[in-house]
């Protein structure tokens, strides 16, 4: 884990995606362990993901199968995303892209990645994150209007505004 700049990096290296183990992110950033208020309230939208050991691979990180089921089973066990995420790196993006099976990938001449276009599948997959995010919202005692807000940042950060 780094910290840069308010934000918290947290990068899973290869083997920890073989072998599907989150075990120490989720002994971090399990919302019981946190607790509630202010050591909450401090981690709202801070938390960016990434993936290291795939830099020799040519495909884009959600396109390989293993890092695609890893993060499905994050997501599974901890599916408070949209709470904790930064909304301007690409970390939340690549975990949606990850657990939801309706993805085109926009190429240009059959190489270079254009573009990413979801189906309504995303959609789904932000409505059912929301709830999770309200639990920890409250637990942290943020005003209703902050939760608007990052509902509303959260939309943008998809295009779906």
Not at 10 to 23: A, G, L, M, P, T
Not at 53 to 74: Q, S
Not at 87 to 108: E, K, N, P
């Amino acid at each position: 884990m780094l910290l840069t700049m308010d934000v918290l990096l947290y990068q899973f290296n290869r083997e920890n995606v073989i072998r599907q183990d989150f075990s120490l992110f989720l002994r971090l950033y399990d919302p019981a362990r946190i607790g509630s208020g202010k050591p909450l309230k401090r981690l709202m939208g801070r938390l960016e993901f990434a993936i290291g050991g795939y830099d020799d691979d040519p495909r884009e990180v959600y396109e390989i199968p293993e890092v695609r089921r890893f993060y499905a089973a994050l997501h599974r066990a901890w599916p408070y995303s949209l709470y904790f995420c930064h909304l301007q790196g690409i970390g939340l993006v690549t975990m949606a892209a990850c657990c939801i099976d309706t993805l085109t990938l926009i190429r240009h001449d059959d190489h270079d990645l254009r573009g990413v276009s979801f189906g309504v599948e995303l959609v789904y997959w932000i409505r059912d994150g929301f709830e999770p995010m309200n639990r920890l919202w409250l637990r942290a005692g943020l005003p209703e209007g902050e939760n608007v807000a990052r509902t509303q940042a959260i939309f943008d950060y998809f295009k779906l505004s």
